[in-house]
């Protein structure tokens, strides 16, 4: 396999953005990536997207993206595993350009889901038909299963989870591209609306919309584009149960502990040697299973380490400096491509306010519905 | 890039399968290709599927495949491109392969279409939202469009058009997998029902449902696993504008000629050393239009091609032994690699009554909306 690297990142702000469309968000998202590469031309372009034909009635996006960035004949094709959309369009154009058949390839993800659908239902669809949706649940309700299963067991607080809220709202204060800009307390998110018990409304990432692009191209080549390249050092990828009742236990997320572990494995390091990570809160109690899934704490530790201030920009182990879901936002398809731009920036040492001192290897951790499928990516500054 | 060969092939009957969920159809195919292959193990999966979530709520296929399959753990990512989803599934497992990063991957393809979904709206969503679908227009009415302007460019006739429905059903009735096992004649095909003037109810491919499974390996370790493998000799992709109006040609499809000639140059091969082919016909104007694209014909004359039998079981370039899109149905996700079926068992000598003599070399042509997309195959017996 060849290196591959990062030479061009771009996102648009994550937001209710009723002035743009689907394909306006893609064009900004792609053509600010280009332009921080320099580059005037694609091999490729990969769209992580999880339900434009619901949202939005547009599916084939590949083609349409393509031609609409001026790109038009350029092969174009979308992946979609729900919120782990983006994560999944950066494996595939990883592979692509690691295979040595293409040079530069766009991975990208972009979702509009404030245009009117019944976003709760259409995201349902993520879940499993038979054994879940049919049933009438949807993912605050399996997300509060998943806490409850987890405050049983481990004897987490709704103090811990408010402390995820609360970290992240700080973070996503510092990035100007964040849905919300502002602090809470964990006073405020206690008292916000219930939505699946125990999960209230400020536990839950928001409905936006939303793109994020970044370019691939072999590590070397990278400095034809990029005076801080950052070398993809590992990719991994994982499964589970689609229902969360087919599970061995619903608080350990299997996908993302095996997709983490081969991440670690590809790129032989471990959880002690990531600098910073971006991993996936689309619900406060998600961020705790995953810090303790990718072994960033110890299992049932995860909540204390929050509370203890681990996680936060100066911690051990800073987490979602961009904000991460619950306050940067949640386009679902952009989610996972957005995380690594976060990443990109730590280790270019580009991340203004939000920066963490002399970051070197940085992780994502992406995932799709109540944590069936799973993207892990390791990058290092070269 | 490493040497990459097909060692297992596995598909559902076409059709009406009222007894089938989405998720049987895929188990079903994917089982027939793991055991042709003397398989138990898969490095990663790829599902083509255009529509799970719009025509039975279910989107998010990688991992609910994965485990309903007996392979949870596994990576397995849903592509999509339309009708085109299939071969751009293949297309990422190749690279996959190719790269090193994996072994044993599976490509695969599936959709339900009879579950009571408005079937015509929800394939339109792979047309142009904005330019087109607003307006009213669905892909009857985008085909027909391309009929006439062929008509009108190169005198192309009802009785060409009829001539390749007529010539696919021969051999569609020699497929036991197919929709339709009968033979129809010119005079039933042109008094059928008119859909869109000039296409008729038999200008059309059907409604289906089914899955197709096809399993990658290193060509070095093919042996393993199959006493005729079959080598991918290129993979050629491309796209053009959704909107057919904002084509410079609409009766030239610009995507395949490009995705052909990429394939072409990689394969080092041309349109003569093709010994038999699968493109798509999913309506009988598309295959003329293809056999033009590829250069299997020169432009305009792929109608009198048909019509002289050039195109036929015996003749010059046999198109569509397994009765093509028309008579073996056309479950959109799963064409793409139902193609790559056919091709693999021409090439291994075991497709029975459709046997092309001595079939060395094959290619499998698969498009996404009205061509938008379009992804280009070449196989070889090794």
Redesign the interface.
């Known amino acids: 396999?060849r290196d591959v690297a990062i030479v061009g990142v771009g996102m648009t702000p994550f937001g209710e953005l009723w002035e743009s469309?689907l394909?306006d968000l893609f064009v900004d998202a792609a053509s600010l990536a280009l332009r921080d590469a320099g580059a005037d031309h694609l091999d490729?372009i990969y769209v992580g997207n999880?339900?434009?034909?619901?949202l939005?009635?547009?599916?084939?996006?590949?083609?349409?993206m393509?031609?609409q960035l001026g790109m038009?004949?350029?092969?174009?094709?979308?992946?979609?595993?729900?919120c782990a959309s983006g994560g999944?369009a950066l494996?595939?154009a990883f592979?692509?350009v690691?295979?040595?058949?293409s040079d530069l390839v766009l991975a990208s993800g972009v979702e509009k889901m404030n245009d009117g659908a019944d976003v709760t239902g259409?995201l349902a669809?993520?879940?499993?038909?038979?054994a879940e949706?049919y049933h009438g649940i949807t993912f605050p309700g399996l997300y509060a299963m998943i806490a409850r299963a987890h405050m049983a067991a481990h004897g987490t607080t709704l103090e811990d989870l408010a402390a995820v809220s609360v970290k992240n709202h700080r973070h996503g204060a510092l990035n100007p591209k964040a849905q919300f800009k502002q602090e809470v307390t964990a006073e405020q998110v206690m008292a916000s609306s219930m939505v699946a018990d125990p999960l209230r409304l400020l536990h839950c990432s928001p409905v936006s919309d939303g793109a994020a692009a970044v370019l691939l191209c072999p590590l070397d080549r990278a400095a034809e584009f990029c005076d801080k390249p950052v070398k993809i050092r590992a990719?991994g990828?994982?499964?589970?149960?689609?229902a969360l009742a087919?599970r061995h236990d619903p608080a350990f997320l299997?996908?993302v502990h095996?997709?983490g572990n081969r991440a670690f494995d590809m790129g032989k390091v471990g959880p002690r040697d990531i600098d910073v990570a971006e991993v996936h809160d689309c619900f406060a109690i998600a961020e705790l299973c995953v810090l303790e899934a990718l072994c960033f704490t110890e299992r049932g530790l995860a909540g204390e380490a929050t509370r203890a201030g681990e996680t936060t920009l100066g911690g051990r182990i800073p987490i979602n400096t961009s904000g991460g879901l619950k306050s940067k936002g949640h386009p679902v398809g952009a989610t996972g491509v957005a995380q690594v731009i976060e990443i990109v920036e730590q280790l270019r040492g580009e991340a203004g306010a939000r920066q963490v001192k002399d970051a070197v290897v940085g992780l994502t951790q992406n995932m799709?519905?109540s944590g069936?499928?799973a993207v892990v990516h390791i990058f290092e500054r070269v």
Chains 1, 2 share one sequence.
């Open positions: 396999m469309s394909r490729a999880m339900a434009g034909g619901q939005v009635g547009q599916e084939h996006l590949g083609p349409l393509a031609d038009r004949g350029v092969p174009s094709t979308r992946v979609e595993s729900a999944a494996r595939a592979f692509e690691a295979s040595g058949a259409v669809t993520a879940a499993d038909q038979e949706v990719s990828m994982a499964t589970s149960a689609m087919d299997d996908a095996l997709a799709g519905g069936a499928s």
